[in-house]
């Protein structure tokens, strides 16, 4: 099971949807830095290497 926190999801909901790094943190009102490193939190938890690869585990969280 992954367990984030509120915001390190949001960025990685929202990367889904093909929205800039700029964009995102725009919306979420942090930095670009932040957001970077809170999908470089979330793909080093998934073991995977970037957002080509997010939308299989975040689709399917809890694959028990």
């Known amino acids: ?10 960025s990685a909901r929202r990367s889904l949807s093909r ?9 979420l009102h942090l930095s670009v830095r932040t957001v ?15 957002r ?3 939308a299989a585990p975040l689709s399917n969280p809890d694959p028990a």
């Open 19 to 27: 929205q800039r790094i700029a964009s995102i943190a725009d919306q």
């Open 36 to 50: 970077e490193t809170h999908l470089h939190k979330i793909y080093r938890k998934l073991g995977i290497w970037g």
């Open 52 to 54: 080509s690869q997010l």
């Open 1 to 10: 099971m992954l367990v984030t926190h509120a915001r390190t999801g949001s």
